[in-house]
C-alpha cells in the first residue's frame, strides 16, 4: 500500500514537472547559478581574509562545513524533508556521495596548497567544464549543442587571461611547475563527475536538495574534525571580527551550494558549471574592493571573454528551450478530432 502511495505520488510530482514551462525553467536555472556564483565569490572572500587572520586552514573547511550543517536546521524544521532516499538505492548513492564530494573538496583544497594559486585557479576552472560535458554526455546522455560549445570556449579563453593574470611568479622550480600543472589537472577531473553526481541526485533521482546537503555537511563536518585535531592544533579562541569572517563564510558557501544544486535540478550540468564562471569577474570585484587588488589588463580583457561566454550560453539555451516550446505548443495544436474539422471531411 505504502509503495504504491509512494507511485502514485512520484507520478504527480513528474507530472506537475512537466506542466512548468522548459523556457522558464531554463532562465530559472541559470539565474540560481548565478546566484550561487555570487554567493561562492564571497566565500572567497571570506576565505582570503580568514586566512590573514592565521587561522588553521583544516580548521577553517571544519568550521565551514559545521555553519552550513547548522543553516540546515531552521529550513529542515520548516520544510521537513524526507531525510533518507525512497529506496535502498538512493540511501547508498547518497552515502557515496557524502564521501566523494568530501574528498573531491579536499583535493580541490590541496591544489591551492601545493600549486601555484593562480596556475591552479585556471585550469580547473578552465577544464571542469569541458571533463562535465564528457561525463555528462556518457553518464547523463547530456549533448552538447555548438552554441553550447562556442560559449564555453569563450569563456574558457577568457579564464586562461584571468588566471596569466594572476599568475606572477619569478624564479618557479621545475618541481613547482609540474606540480601546479598535474595537481590542479587531476583536481579538475574530480570535481567534474562531482557535479555530475549531484545533477543525477537531482534531476534524475529527484532526491530534496537539503537532504543532499545533510548529508554531504554531516559526513564532512565529522571527517574534518578528526582531520583538524591529527595534523592541526585548532584555535578556539579567535576576535570577533575573525568570528564574523568564519560566519560570513559558512553562510555564503551554504547559500552557494543550495542554490547550485536548484540550479543543477533544472538545466543540465555543463551548462551550469559555464554559468557559475561567473564568480570569476565578481570575485575580481570584489577583490578590488576588499583586499585592495587592482585589476591588469590580463584580468579585464578575460572578464569581457568569461561574460560573453556565459551571457552567449544563457540566451542560447533559453532561447532553445522557448523554441522547443513553440514547436510542440505548434504540434499540439495540429492534433485535433477529425470531426470538428469545419469542412466536414
Known sequence: MSSAANTDEGEH????NKEVSPSFQAAKGILLTVMSAIASSFGGEFTA?????????FQT????????????????????????????????????????????????????????PGIAFGFIQGLKPFFVAGIGFVFLKESLFLGDIFGLLTSVTGVALVAVGNTQVDGM??????????????????????VVFMRYLTGTLEVAIV?????????????????????????????????????????SRSLSNICFLAGLKNIKAYITTTVHMFAIPFTLILDSFFLRNVPNSFHLAGVVLVMMGITFVSAYTWWRERQKE?????????????????DGH
Open 13 to 16: 510530482v513528474k507530472k506537475a
Open 173 to 194: 622550480s621545475t618541481k613547482l611547475l609540474v606540480l601546479s600543472i598535474v595537481i590542479p589537472i587531476t583536481a579538475s577531473f574530480a570535481l567534474a563527475p562531482d
Open 61 to 116: 573547511l571544519f568550521l565551514r562545513r559545521a555553519i552550513e550543517l547548522l543553516t540546515l536546521i531552521p529550513i529542515l524544521a520548516i520544510c521537513r524533508p524526507r531525510l533518507t532516499g525512497e529506496n535502498r538505492r538512493q540511501n547508498i548513492m547518497l552515502f557515496l556521495f557524502a564521501i566523494f564530494t568530501n574528498c573531491v573538496n579536499f583535493f580541490n583544497f590541496f591544489s591551492f596548497i601545493y600549486a601555484v
Open 211 to 251: 537532504t543532499i546537503l545533510l548529508y554531504m555537511n554531516l559526513v564532512g563536518s565529522v571527517i574534518l574534525l578528526g582531520i583538524t585535531y591529527a595534523l592541526e592544533t585548532p584555535v578556539w579562541t579567535m576576535s570577533l571580527r575573525t568570528a564574523l569572517y568564519v560566519v560570513g563564510l559558512g553562510l
Open 326 to 342: 513553440l514547436r510542440d505548443e505548434f504540434l499540439k495544436s495540429l492534433q485535433f478530432n477529425p470531426d470538428e474539422r469545419p
Open 49 to 57: 581574509l580568514i586566512d590573514k587572520e592565521g587561522l588553521p586552514n
